[in-house]
């Protein structure tokens, strides 16, 4: 494939799986490590050059092109979000949503694919305009069982099957929560459940939906806490001025789910957000939150993407026991053995972790 042309094999997984392929050879797979938009430079046409970046360090970097108004929004273009390398643009005129695979740094710069989903209907007393953000359940929109969920900011969370759409029979299924403590989260698919979860504000419950089988009443899972740190009283003075979300997190490998709490902080004269603390707790089937300090080979992404975690081990300069952290204007990570925060904060032209994406090509006997 044209995109590995350049590139050091350090740059991707070690221990690649073989597949069944035809025509007298193998097909091996390789996955590319979790990466980010490091910057973008205009290059005509309403297009942008990105570059991407697979670490911190100074390793080669690709670079692509992408149209300029999923990068640098205008008013009748916003992304909104992003699962799987997947982004999702909402058409203010229009009410409608776009998925697309141009930020992908492994999709075609010639050919790139864009889904259009049905236009969006608004359920009495709630509003379509602001999104809280997108999730897939499964790695491409154009598989069959894919269901692509939309949270919005107040009661109203969105489903459609958009391998329905590319027939055009695909149509917005519509729920309103009832409950307001998950007003403002953000959705995640389980894999492990084979449902769409959200976590109330606060971290006190966690909502599942089986939308996969149009199941719209949710299950509720309420939280116990154990383990908690002992936090000084400065600690706390720092934690209770800050801005708190919550984020659920699953380990594809383990089969782990981790509620992760960011603590963040307005600097700069409310120009920008700063990172101040992470807390971690793995729940339990039974609603037990334990706090914990070691993830073991994990690392967790957290960003404007639906986060998600890899084996450390699996890719280059990837440290285990991190949670790294990718917003508007901050870039973090937060080492959870002794809580110490590494970073800088800068204008983010994309903040979306891009999780690592498969590519397939040919080896010859």
């Given at each position: 494939?044209s995109?590995l042309?350049g ?7 070690r221990k690649p ?8 050879g193998?097909?091996s797979?390789?996955?590319t490590?979790?990466?980010?938009i490091?910057g973008?430079?205009?290059c005509g046409?309403d297009h ?8 911190m ?12 108004q ?5 008013a ?8 799987h390398?997947w982004?999702?643009s ?5 009410g ?6 141009d930020l ?9 694919k864009?889904i ?5 209907v ?5 509003q379509?305009q602001i999104?809280?953000?997108?999730s897939?359940s499964s ?9 692509v969920?939309?949270k919005f900011?107040?009661?109203q969370l ?7 759409a590319?027939g055009s029979k695909?149509?917005?299924f ?6 307001p403590s ?6 995640m698919?389980?894999?492990e459940?084979n449902?769409f979860r959200?976590p109330?504000?606060g971290?006190?419950i966690?909502g599942?939906?089986?939308l996969?089988k149009d199941?719209?009443?949710?299950e509720i899972l ?7 740190p002992?936090l000084?009283?400065a600690?706390?003075?720092?934690m209770?001025?800050c801005?708190?979300t919550?984020h659920?997190v699953?380990?594809?490998s383990?089969?782990?789910?981790f509620l992760v709490k960011c ?12 990172t101040?603390?992470?807390m971690?707790?793995?729940v339990?089937?039974l609603?037990?939150a334990l706090?914990t300090?070691d ?9 404007k993407?639906?986060a998600f975690c ?5 890719f280059?300069?990837?440290?285990p026991n991190?949670v790294?952290i ?7 990570f ?9 970073g800088h904060?800068?204008r ?5 972790f891009i999780?690592?994406?498969?590519i397939?090509?040919?080896?010859w006997?």
């Amino acid at each position: 494939m044209s995109l590995l042309l350049g590139y050091s094999p350090k740059l991707f997984i070690r221990k690649p799986v073989l597949v069944r392929a035809s025509g007298g050879g193998s097909s091996s797979l390789v996955q590319t490590p979790p990466c980010f938009i490091l910057g973008a430079d205009p290059c005509g046409a309403d297009h942008v050059l990105l570059e991407y970046a697979y670490s911190m360090k100074n390793h080669p970097r690709l670079r692509k092109k992408a149209p300029e108004q999923l990068v640098y929004n205008d008013a009748e273009v916003t992304t909104i979000g992003s699962s799987h390398g997947w982004v999702a643009s909402l058409m203010h005129g229009v009410g409608t949503l776009c998925l697309h695979d141009d930020l992908n740094p492994v999709a075609s710069d010639a050919n790139p694919k864009r889904i259009l989903l049905p236009p969006l209907v608004t359920v009495p007393h709630c509003q379509t305009q602001i999104v809280t953000n997108v999730s897939l359940s499964s790695p491409s929109p154009e598989d069959e069982d894919c269901v692509v969920a939309v949270k919005f900011l107040g009661p109203q969370l969105s489903y459609c099957r958009p391998s329905s759409a590319l027939g055009s029979k695909s149509k917005w299924f519509n729920i309103r929560i009832a409950n307001p403590s998950f007003f403002s989260s953000r959705v995640m698919f389980s894999k492990e459940l084979n449902m769409f979860r959200i976590p109330g504000a606060g971290g006190q419950i966690i909502g599942s939906w089986d939308l996969c089988k149009d199941q719209h009443t949710p299950e509720i899972l309420v939280l116990r806490y154990r383990y908690l740190p002992e936090l000084s009283e400065a600690e706390r003075e720092v934690m209770d001025t800050c801005f708190t979300t919550e984020h659920l997190v699953e380990s594809q490998s383990t089969g782990e789910t981790f509620l992760v709490k960011c603590f963040r902080q307005s600097v700069g004269g409310g120009t920008s957000w700063e990172t101040k603390a992470v807390m971690v707790f793995r729940v339990l089937p039974l609603g037990n939150a334990l706090y914990t300090q070691d993830i073991g080979d994990l690392t967790i992404f957290i960003s404007k993407s639906e986060a998600f975690c890899v084996r450390a081990s699996s890719f280059p300069d990837v440290r285990p026991n991190e949670v790294y952290i990718l917003e508007d204007t901050e870039i973090a990570f937060f080492r959870l053995a002794d809580s110490d925060i590494s970073g800088h904060t800068k204008r983010v032209v994309a903040p979306y972790f891009i999780p690592p994406q498969n590519i397939e090509y040919q080896v010859w006997d």
